[in-house]
Structures are given as C-alpha cells and as structure tokens.
C-alpha cells in the first residue's frame, strides 16, 4: 500500500519508517483499510439501537426512587441512558487520549498497530462477555471495559488515515469511510434483527459482532503498515491531549457555532434511534423479537436513505450553498420528529423514518465539506477532532436527558406517553440547531 524510503522492515505485521512516502493506494487497499469501519458500525448501532435496550429490559423492573419529597419513576430508558452514557462518555475522553499517545509511541511493530490489537482483542473479550451476562449491573461492568476497548482501538484507528492515504487521496479515502460506516450499520440491523426474531437467539445475535470485529480487526492489523516513529517526541503527552480539546472559538466564530448545531441536530438522531426499540416495542406490544425486527427496518430505512442523499446531495450543495443544505436538514429533521409525535401505526412509522433518512443523508452529505471550509488548514487534524468530540457529545447529553424524561411520562408503564413527549424534545433539537446555524457564514479559511 505505503513504500519507504528504505523498504518496509518485515513482511508480516509490515512496518514503514515515519519519513515514507505516501503512494497512491488501489481500491482494494481502500478496502482493506476502512475494513474496521464496518466492523464498528456493524457492532455499535445494533448494540445501542437493540441488544443494550432488549438485555435492560429483561434484567430491570419498573421502581421509584423515593428522595425526600420528590418520587422518581426509574425504568428501562433511565438505565439504558446511564449504560450508553458511559460510553459516551469513553468515546469523548478515552479516544483522543489514546489518540494521542499513539502519536508518540516509538514502538517496533508500529505506534498505531498495538493499540488497535490490544482494543480488538479487548472488544472480543468484553463482547463474549456480554453475550452471557445474567444481570444489569454485571451488562453495566461488561459494557465499561467494551467501551474502554473499543475506544483504545478507534483513536488510533483514526490516526491511520492520515498516516497512509497521500493528501490527494484523503476526500476518496473518507468516502470510503463513509461508505463501509453506512453499509456495517444496515448489515448490523438487518442480521441481528433477523436473528433476534426467535428470542432465543439473542446470545447468537451477540456473538456475531464479536466475530466481525476479529475478521476486520485482523485485516486491518495484518493488511495495512504502520508507521514507526523514530523522532524524539516534542511535547508532552499530556499537553497533546489538552490541545486536542482546543479550538480558537473567537477566532474561528463559525466553526464553533456550526460544531454547536452540529450537536444538537446529532442530539436529535441518537434521541431517535436510542429510543426506538422500546418505542415500538412498548407503544405497539410487540414481543421482542418483533419489535428488535420492525425498529432495525426503521433504522435500516433512516441509514439507506441517508446513504442515497449523501451521494446527491452535494451537487445541491454547490449550487445552493452548503448552509442552506444543513439548514434544510433541519427544518426535514424538525418535521420528521414532529410526526413521530402523532404516528398512529408501524408504516405511519417506517414512513416517518425515511424523512429522518432524507435529512441525515442532506446533512451528512455536506457537513464535512462544510467544517473543512471553515478551520485554520494548518490544524486541521486537530480541529477535525473537535467535531468528533461534538459528535460523541450528542449522545454523552441527550441519553440523560431524554431517558427520565420517557420514564417520568410513562410513570412505570402505566402509559407510553413519554416517547411521544421525547419526540417533542428532540424536534426542538432540531429546530435549536438551525437557530444556531445562524451566525455562521459560508467562508473558507486558509
């Protein structure tokens, strides 16, 4: 894929010295390198979107927590808020600490490369585990260190990109990533909804995504060089880590204000797709094996349809303005979970779901481009991985919130109003990002 300088230094586990050159990578190097993608995606939305809610589900039971004078209502959605919080809350710190101490290790075999082994294996461990947990607060541990894990792998994973691909590649590189991330996300729903039709096989379900993550995992470890740095390191790992956080917000005024409507549409997604289970499953009385089913097809329809509007969309960018574009991701966004509020019936449902996907796909097709017009070109790694702090976000504060809210409305299952309340909340995410979308001006920036 990479020739050095020098040659790389073994055949197996192949390693290149941090001066190589960076040649031109066939599709199928494409391939190999975003392979882990669609592993993560494969495992991380059908576990948020199914597995987590299903597993909660069976190991909790409706209770209020009684605090002096005030009574809370705690039930399925709270605990699936505090599981997937916590791993938000690893994607936003664990990840670029991880990321960055890969970026000054001087290892033989690679600074990348033992980072993403050790995190796969972990993931493989931790995933295993989850398959045969018996209780919540066994799931709650087991799921801590698969997030651990995962993130060990990720942020240096993220770090290969611009290790291997030559600048002139990097816009073809990312779409590849884009696209092996929508296709692991449809497969992922699509064979764990299968699957999780006989209730029995939901321990199978489980173990499929540990196996994806090892095929990927190994492709990517053995398929794909490292870098091996040799230069002293110029600042402290804990310096690189703060500088990670940092952005010039007064500086760059867009940037900031667009990373802030670039969370609370996100808000607005994760609301969605982390409730949707326990909507469809609650609200319709569907056994579980139906509802994991019907709400993978909704989520299955939001990602396809996002797909086809990403490849589209932004040819309407380039006439229209990327800033129109994400504001009409909004408004469609606003509108599709304004109807959620009302949908009578599952095709009133499916059919909601694919405005969801038009918006999606609408801001995801120019997002991107839209950030990379707006931050200082000279730091763009580090700028880029604010968005991705924006993005882990969305989940880190709209779980907490939206959860107790359902819970509080459902008032221990005696109702399912609350998810119909949670689609008000999150059309309000909706219609908050396109305010703030508002000051921001459709510049580039050297």
């Known amino acids: 894929m990479v020739t050095a300088a020098g040659g790389a230094e073994r055949r197996l586990l192949k390693t290149l010295h941090e001066t190589a050159v960076r040649d031109r990578i066939s599709w199928r190097g494409m391939l190999t390198l975003s392979a882990f993608w669609f592993a993560i995606a494969y495992t991380m939305q059908p576990l948020g979107g199914n597995i987590i809610p299903l597993l909660v589900t069976r190991f909790t039971h409706p209770m209020t ?3 002096g004078l005030l009574s809370i209502p705690l039930d399925v959605n709270t605990y699936v808020s505090l599981l997937d919080t ?9 990840q670029p600490a991880i990321g ?4 000054n290790s001087r290892f033989v075999l690679g600074r990348r490369r033992p980072y993403i082994a050790i995190g796969v294996v972990g993931d493989i461990v931790f995933l295993t585990i989850i398959a045969f947990v018996t209780s919540y607060w066994g799931l709650l541990v087991a799921y801590v260190f698969f997030q651990m894990a995962s993130n060990t792998a990720q942020g240096p994973y993220q770090g290969m990109l611009p290790d291997q691909i030559p600048e002139d590649q990097r816009a073809e590189a990312s779409g590849y990533y884009g696209l092996m991330n929508m296709v692991g996300t449809i497969f992922g729903f699509l064979v764990v909804g299968a699957i999780l039709i006989p209730t029995h096989h939901v321990r199978l379900a489980i173990l499929t995504l540990p196996l994806v993550i090892a095929i990927a995992g190994a492709l990517v470890i053995f398929g794909v060089p490292d870098r091996r740095r040799t230069s002293p390191v110029t600042q402290p790992l804990g310096r690189s880590v703060v500088l990670s956080f940092a952005i010039d917000a007064r500086t760059y005024r867009d940037f900031a204000w667009l990373m802030v409507s670039r969370l609370f549409f996100l808000m607005g997604v994760v609301g969605i797709s982390t409730y949707a289970f326990n909507f469809i499953r609650f609200t319709f009385h569907y056994s579980e094996g139906q509802a994991s089913l019907y709400s993978s097809a909704l989520q299955a329809i939001v990602v396809v ?28 966004g606003a509108a599709g979970a304004f109807c959620l509020i009302f949908a009578p019936n599952l095709i009133s449902i499916l059919a909601f779901g ?14 991107w481009a839209f950030m990379t017009d707006l931050i200082p070109k000279a730091e763009a790694g ?3 991985g604010v968005s991705n702090i924006a993005t882990a976000s969305a989940g880190f504060i709209a779980r907490p919130i939206l959860g107790p809210i359902i819970d509080a409305f459902n008032n221990n299952r005696t109702s399912t109003v609350g998810y119909r309340i949670m689609f008000g909340v999150v059309t309000v995410f909706f219609l908050i990002a396109l305010l703030t979308l508002r ?3 459709e510049v580039k920036v050297e």
């Open 65 to 67: 927590l009684h605090l």
């Open 86 to 94: 916590i791993g938000a809350a690893f994607a936003i710190v664990w």
């Open 100 to 103: 960055a101490l890969s970026d």
């Open 305 to 332: 349809f996002a797909a086809v509007l990403a490849m589209t969309a932004g040819f309407l960018a380039e006439r229209y303005g990327k800033k129109r574009l994400v504001a009409a991701a909004c408004v469609i």
């Open 354 to 367: 694919i405005v969801l996907g038009i918006a999606l796909g609408t801001f995801l097709s120019v997002d």
């Open 382 to 384: 580090r700028y880029m």
């Open 439 to 441: 000051p921001v001006h």
